[in-house]
């Protein structure tokens, strides 16, 4: 299980938190006039990388807040936690431990979080 | 007695070909079985499986092995049933032993609205052809008397049964596939990952691979949950979100549940192995990762739910966990389609219950492959239907709720 440190109440369970899904997705200007093809992406398609991951979490049996966080997806380690209004950290200040794009991290699945 | 010596390969290991006509991305059942159909319906030959690691070690050697076609909708339902149709015959056509055993598979009501959800599905199933019945809570108690109906805090109040379902060996699906495809002259290279799905204008190159570069006139990418990771390399974005679902095995003990049951309100499904350990499904995590592994407060979730409802398996001891890398699909349905990059096709979005869709879904991707176009089965399951929104939505039908 993660220990997510929640902005507000500090570090809990995962379990006391559902996850949102990729962070800054933005709705598509003039949806009126888009096609459905667009739209459908908008609506149906998310980022799913292995390796670095902008997600977006609520502490549901806490504080109730949302915010959003950079969390590497072959190990699970999370890298930085920002509050919602705060900028997206940039891709390159993370280090990316999958090589190729369905290759493994080095140590193996989990081991940087249990070695740390 | 050889003392287990001197045993022949079950398939060749040939290095990878400049040129194939056509590569499979993914060495699992459905890739496998892909390639088998692919040379043996279609008269293919110029073909590779190209796998990662080693063949079946992914999803396909580490679901709970549970099969059944008792789907809601007229898509779905005869895609599975196809399916089902194959495993009924698959270990005589591959002369291989698949072991499969139609020993049943019961879904639990725990709720009114259970009932009401499951009931129409009976019907629904019934209208298509598939066996399917209403159980009542005295029927559950007769087939299952271990099971605790009554005396927990979502009783169980009725169930579906599936007589024709059952459960089948993972790992024989795999090299019985093999084998035979292997002997109609098709490539398995194992050890051998796809890094990069190259295209030029609008068309399929080929694959760059840990060895080499291979070029082929058509691609299909079978990689569960890979696939989405693999399809970006190409320009292309799948709606998949790939997730750790988990299974855990207990100690082995004697013949004690001779069914397979499923409760997806609960959340615990299982059924007994023929070395007698208990093979329980348990659910994926709540966000995305690749750790093949899962948390373990899922694993807590549905143990509880397991002693609950079995209370005579309280002091079993649990002999190991694991999960895999599912893809999950937003309405819970497969894609087998082709997509904007000639040549390039993809199986994939099976999510949480891909293993009993092995033979079909191989089928009717060989088929797609071959023929550049959807078979009648799979036409519901293309790319196209997140735009036109023309969806499947079988999150009732699908064991586990995501």
Same mark, same amino acid.
């Given at each position: 299980?993660?220990?997510?440190?929640?902005?507000?109440?500090?570090?809990?369970?995962?379990?006391?938190?559902?996850?949102?899904?990729?962070?800054?997705?933005?709705?598509?200007?003039?949806?009126?006039?888009?096609?459905?093809?667009?739209?459908?992406?908008?609506?149906?398609?998310?980022?799913?990388?292995?390796?670095?991951?902008?997600?977006?979490?609520?502490?549901?049996?806490?504080?109730?807040?949302?915010?959003?966080?950079?969390?590497?997806?072959?190990?699970?380690?999370?890298?930085?936690?920002?509050?919602?209004?705060?900028?997206?950290?940039?891709?390159?200040?993370?280090?990316?431990?999958?090589?190729?794009?369905?290759?493994?991290?080095?140590?193996?699945?989990?081991?940087?979080?249990?070695?740390? | 007695?050889?003392?287990?010596?001197?045993?022949?390969?079950?398939?060749?290991?040939?290095?990878?070909?400049?040129?194939?006509?056509?590569?499979?991305?993914?060495?699992?059942?459905?890739?496998?079985?892909?390639?088998?159909?692919?040379?043996?319906?279609?008269?293919?030959?110029?073909?590779?499986?190209?796998?990662?690691?080693?063949?079946?070690?992914?999803?396909?050697?580490?679901?709970?092995?549970?099969?059944?076609?008792?789907?809601?909708?007229?898509?779905?339902?005869?895609?599975?049933? =196809?399916?089902?149709? @194959?495993? *009924?015959?698959?270990?005589?056509? #591959?002369?291989?032993?698949?072991?499969?055993? &139609?020993?049943? +598979?019961?879904?639990?009501?725990?709720?009114?609205?259970?009932?009401?959800?499951?009931?129409?599905?009976?019907?629904?199933?019934?209208?298509?052809?598939?066996?399917?019945?209403?159980?009542?809570?005295?029927?559950?108690?007769?087939?299952?008397?271990?099971?605790?109906?009554?005396?927990?805090?979502?009783?169980?109040?009725?169930?579906?049964?599936?007589?024709?379902?059952?459960?089948?060996?993972?790992?024989?699906?795999?090299?019985?596939?093999?084998?035979?495809?292997?002997?109609?002259?098709?490539?398995?290279?194992?050890?051998?990952?796809?890094?990069?799905?190259?295209?030029?204008?609008?068309?399929?190159?080929?694959?760059?691979?840990?060895?080499?570069?291979?070029?082929?006139?058509?691609?299909?990418?079978?990689?569960?949950? =890979?696939?989405?990771? @693999?399809? *970006?390399?190409?320009?292309?974005? #799948?709606?998949?979100?790939?997730?750790?679902? &988990?299974?855990? +095995?207990?100690?082995?003990?004697?013949?004690?549940?001779?069914?397979?049951?499923?409760?997806?309100?609960?959340?615990?499904?299982?059924?007994?192995?023929?070395?007698?350990?208990?093979?329980?499904?348990?659910?994926?995590?709540?966000?995305?990762?690749?750790?093949?592994?899962?948390?373990?407060?899922?694993?807590?979730?549905?143990?509880?739910?397991?002693?609950?409802?079995?209370?005579?398996?309280?002091?079993?001891?649990?002999?190991?966990?694991?999960?895999?890398?599912?893809?999950?699909?937003?309405?819970?349905?497969?894609?087998?389609?082709?997509?904007?990059?000639?040549?390039?096709?993809?199986?994939?979005?099976?999510?949480?219950?891909?293993?009993?869709?092995?033979?079909?879904?191989?089928?009717?991707?060989?088929?797609?492959?071959?023929?550049?176009?959807?078979?009648?089965?799979?036409?519901?399951?293309?790319?196209?239907?997140?735009?036109?929104?023309?969806?499947?939505?079988?999150?009732?039908?699908?064991?586990?709720?995501?």
């Amino acid at each position: 299980m993660l220990i997510i440190d929640c902005p507000y109440c500090g570090p809990r369970d995962q379990s006391e938190f559902s996850n949102g899904g990729e962070a800054h997705v933005k709705r598509p200007d003039g949806s009126a006039d888009i096609g459905d093809r667009e739209w459908g992406e908008y609506v149906f398609i998310r980022a799913n990388p292995k390796g670095i991951f902008y997600e977006r979490w609520v502490h549901s049996h806490g504080c109730r807040k949302w915010f959003n966080c950079v969390r590497d997806t072959s190990t699970d380690e999370i890298l930085k936690i920002y509050k919602i209004d705060e900028e997206r950290p940039k891709l390159d200040s993370f280090k990316n431990n999958v090589k190729t794009p369905s290759g493994e991290p080095n140590l193996g699945s989990g081991n940087f979080t249990v070695k740390k | 007695m050889k003392g287990h010596k001197d045993w022949p390969k079950m398939w060749r290991s040939p290095e990878p070909r400049e040129f194939y006509d056509i590569v499979i991305i993914g060495g699992g059942g459905h890739g496998l079985g892909t390639a088998y159909y692919l040379a043996k319906e279609h008269g293919l030959k110029n073909i590779a499986v190209i796998e990662k690691g080693w063949l079946g070690g992914g999803n396909t050697g580490r679901n709970t092995t549970i099969i059944r076609s008792n789907y809601l909708w007229d898509d779905s339902a005869h895609l599975y049933e =196809h399916s089902l149709k @194959l495993w *009924e015959k698959l270990s005589t056509e #591959l002369n291989y032993n698949v072991m499969f055993s &139609q020993r049943g +598979v019961m879904n639990l009501a725990h709720n009114e609205h259970d009932i009401k959800e499951i009931k129409r599905r009976v019907s629904a199933n019934n209208l298509n052809g598939i066996d399917s019945l209403w159980l009542s809570k005295e029927e559950i108690q007769k087939k299952v008397p271990i099971m605790n109906t009554d005396n927990l805090r979502y009783p169980v109040l009725g169930a579906s049964y599936q007589p024709r379902g059952g459960t089948a060996r993972h790992d024989a699906v795999a090299w019985g596939f093999a084998m035979r495809a292997d002997e109609m002259g098709v490539d398995i290279i194992q050890n051998c990952e796809a890094h990069q799905i190259k295209t030029k204008n609008g068309k399929i190159e080929g694959v760059e691979t840990s060895k080499g570069f291979i070029r082929a006139n058509k691609v299909g990418v079978v990689a569960s949950g =890979h696939t989405g990771v @693999l399809a *970006e390399t190409a320009g292309i974005r #799948l709606p998949l979100q790939s997730k750790p679902l &988990q299974a855990l +095995v207990s100690e082995p003990i004697k013949p004690i549940i001779d069914t397979v049951v499923m409760s997806s309100a609960v959340h615990a499904y299982v059924s007994q192995s023929d070395k007698g350990e208990l093979v329980i499904g348990a659910g994926t995590d709540g966000y995305n990762s690749f750790t093949q592994r899962g948390g373990f407060n899922i694993i807590e979730e549905t143990v509880r739910a397991m002693v609950e409802l079995y209370p005579v398996f309280g002091k079993m001891k649990m002999l190991r966990q694991w999960g895999g890398i599912v893809d999950i699909c937003p309405d819970a349905s497969p894609i087998i389609s082709k997509c904007d990059v000639g040549g390039l096709f993809f199986n994939c979005g099976w999510g949480t219950g891909g293993f009993k869709a092995t033979p079909g879904s191989a089928n009717v991707f060989a088929h797609t492959i071959a023929k550049n176009e959807a078979h009648q089965i799979n036409s519901a399951f293309n790319l196209d239907r997140f735009a036109s929104g023309k969806l499947v939505d079988e999150h009732g039908a699908a064991a586990v709720a995501h």
